[in-house]
DNA sequence: CACCAGGCAAGTA
DNA sequence: TACTTGCATGGT
């Protein structure tokens, strides 16, 4: 790990920007929509999840009272577009329950923890894994972790920056000590790595041509 | 038609 | 520890 490998992690982040601009995640006006929309969207698309929320909203339960009173076969319905709806009205419900017993719904006290507690904490909820906690964390509470997912491993294995196996852990790891442990850094960075795995390094259907990291990219430079 | 999408938990070996 | 499977809608 030399200062080279590093400057690679700042370059992909400097030409990532350069490409797609500011992205100003999370999408959500509160930080409680943050909440529910890592939760669903497991593996499901962002255009999903917005349907699933907006049924949220025309019922005026996208409020945590108010969601955890509703039964979970009716929230299932609401949140039907997003997918697994049966699983994930479970997961919110989990969620709310440990946010009213252990913060009685107040963001704020949660804030006032450390990241080491929250995210202890958060995995222990049954639905919440490490890219959720993390989601959470980040957009939801502004701690300063890297969220690690599909996209950060697709487009960093084909720059043969890491191993298109690696866990979860060794690649966020990676992320945090190459770069200063910065919430706005880790906000922006995460979001280009989302844009630009959905719209350029694809899973089955790279654009590399449009690709502002083609020159350092194994994969397309031959 | 097949494949993919901002995962996770539970089961198996 | 390291796979495998079920969960489910909606877009390309």
């Known amino acids: 790990m030399s200062v080279l490998y590093t400057m690679e992690f700042k370059r992909v982040f400097d030409l990532l920007l350069k490409q797609h601009g500011p992205q100003n995640w999370w999408p959500g006006e509160t930080s409680f929509e943050v909440m529910i929309g890592a939760i669903l969207t ?61 913060y009685g719904f107040f963001v704020q006290k949660m804030k006032k923890e450390s990241v080491e ?43 043969s920056l890491c191993r298109e196996s690696v866990s979860y852990y060794d690649l966020q790891s990676i992320f945090m000590t190459q770069l200063p442990q910065k919430t706005s850094l880790y906000n922006e960075y995460h979001a280009l790595i989302v844009h630009h795995g959905k719209n350029i390094c694809k899973k089955s259907k790279p654009r590399c041509g449009d690709c502002s990291l083609q020159s350092m990219c194994p994969q397309t430079s031959l």
């Open 42 to 102: 497991q593996n499901t698309s962002w255009t999903n999840v917005e349907k699933a929320i907006l049924n949220l909203k025309n019922k005026k339960i996208l409020d945590p009272h108010k969601m955890l009173r509703v039964h979970n076969t009716q929230l299932a319905k609401l949140i039907r577009p997003s997918g697994y709806f049966n699983q994930k009205a479970n997961k919110l419900k989990n969620y709310l329950n440990f946010f009213k017993n252990k």
């Open 117 to 159: 507690k929250l995210r202890n904490e958060l995995l222990e909820v049954n639905g919440i894994g490490p890219e959720t906690a993390d989601s959470i964390l980040l957009y939801a509470l502004e701690k300063p972790i890297f969220v690690i997912d599909a996209y950060t491993k697709r487009i960093f294995s084909r720059l």
